[in-house]
């Protein structure tokens, strides 16, 4: 596996577990998982996993959706990085209000900063944070067709 890794936010996951979502750009994130590795803060497996509840409560997942849709992503080289909760309620708290992003937008951001790594995300205003803190967007080029 080469030495490539980037952050990889839920707005990207959650894409490739539902087909309605699917675009160039997540398919491409995925494809790239051959060849790197991704990161991602505490917070991804809790927002994965409600994510997951959320959709099976509206019906457009099944309990068995579920798990097979967590089973492939332990497949997959996904990293999880712990954080204090100092830094979550200090530093990542700070970055939150200084870009009006959730903390759990503000945590990926900060992952990528604190990494030196490019951030994998659809979310428009992690976007633009990441441009606004000099973060690159992973696989940009691949992003444009995705619209």
């Known amino acids: ?7 990889l936010d839920a707005s990207v996951t959650l894409a490739w577990g539902f087909a309605d979502e699917a675009n160039a750009y997540v ?3 995925l494809e790239s998982l051959t060849d790197a590795a991704a990161v991602a803060p505490a917070v991804w497996p809790l927002e994965m996993a409600n994510a997951l509840l959320v959709a099976e409560r509206r019906g457009r997942l099944t309990k068995a959706d579920s798990a097979r849709f967590l089973s492939l992503l332990e497949q997959l080289p996904i990293a999880v990085e712990q954080e204090t909760p100092a830094r979550m309620l200090g530093e990542i708290m700070a970055l939150a209000r200084e870009h009006t992003l959730s903390t759990y937008d503000a945590s990926y951001l900060d992952l990528a900063m604190c990494q030196g790594l490019a ?5 428009e205003a992690l976007r633009r944070a990441a441009v606004a803190s000099g973060v690159p967007i992973y696989l940009s080029d691949a992003d444009d067709k995705r619209r």
């Not at 596996?1 to 952050?7: P, Y």
């Not at 951030?119 to 979310?123: H, K, N, P, V, Y």
Request: no cysteine; hydrophobic share 55%.
């Open 1 to 7: 596996m080469a030495d490539t890794r980037f952050v």
């Open 27 to 29: 398919d491409a994130v």
């Open 119 to 123: 951030l994998a995300t659809q979310d």
